[in-house]
């Protein structure tokens, strides 16, 4: 198995809405990615968890809380969103290797989130 | 730092001829360089990557991009476009920051062929 799985593809909320997103792998990745697209603009990083803590928040508002229950889940939950928010959110993959910088990113399809 | 620029955030082809998508690094170090592509609402698939064991990197669907240090280049391209390639296409440098991938995205160049 080689794909990320992002569900729900798309998702309509309203700024007093709690909603999640959900993604999955099965390709034994340990390091797991949140990353926000933007219409025209190139992905921005979120959240990275590796070995399910997480290592990196890129400053990012608490009406986003991502969560790692175990080595193939990743969920991001949705709280007060803002319409500004509504976005492709792509979850993506990596191996964690020691020196490396040659490991690829595997990206789910995204789920596209619009803010109501 | 390191960090990728793309030269272009539109170009179009006509269909059959050479596809050339620009792509400058900047790097203290020897870079790990990707090209990723992104069809309408999909997430981003891996093209190619160059790790220095080649500096001619060949990826799917045809298409290549050569590395040279010299220019800080590595330029993508297509010998012959096909309609199937109008897509957004991003240039990223990265490297290993304990325990993750920080990845760097170009701009982005979005493709268009034309029939």
């Known amino acids: 198995d080689t794909e990320v799985t992002q569900t729900p593809k798309h998702l309509v909320m309203g700024m007093t809405n709690k909603k999640s997103l959900k993604c999955e792998q099965h390709?034994?990745?340990?390091?797991m990615y949140w990353y926000k697209q933007k219409a025209k603009k190139p992905p921005e990083l979120m959240f990275v968890y590796s070995y399910e803590k997480l290592s990196i928040n890129e400053s990012v508002p608490s009406r986003f809380s991502p969560e790692c229950p175990n080595s193939s889940l990743l969920n991001l939950h949705l709280h007060a969103l803002q319409p500004e928010d509504s976005a492709l959110y792509l979850c993506a993959s990596s191996q964690v290797s020691g020196g490396s910088g040659a490991n690829v990113l595997t990206f789910g399809a995204g789920s596209r989130l619009t803010v109501l | 730092a390191q960090s990728v620029t793309q030269l272009g955030s539109h170009v179009s082809v006509s269909e059959g001829a050479l596809v050339l998508l620009r792509c400058n690094y900047s790097?203290?170090?020897?870079?790990?360089l990707f090209w990723y592509v992104q069809y309408p609402n999909q997430g981003l698939q891996l093209l190619l990557k160059?790790?220095?064991?080649?500096?001619l990197v060949k990826g799917i669907n045809g298409f290549e991009a050569e590395f040279k240090k010299s220019e800080t280049s590595f330029h993508l391209t297509k010998p012959s476009a096909h309609m199937s390639d109008a897509a957004e296409y991003f240039c990223?440098?990265?490297?290993?920051?304990?325990?993750?991938?920080?990845?760097?995205f170009g701009t982005g160049t979005k493709l268009q062929v034309i029939p």
């Open positions: 160059y790790t220095s064991a080649a500096t």
């Open positions: 790097s203290s170090v020897p870079p790990y």
């Open positions: 990223a440098v990265t490297k290993n920051s304990g325990g993750y991938q920080k990845v760097t």
């Open positions: 390709m034994g990745h340990r390091a």
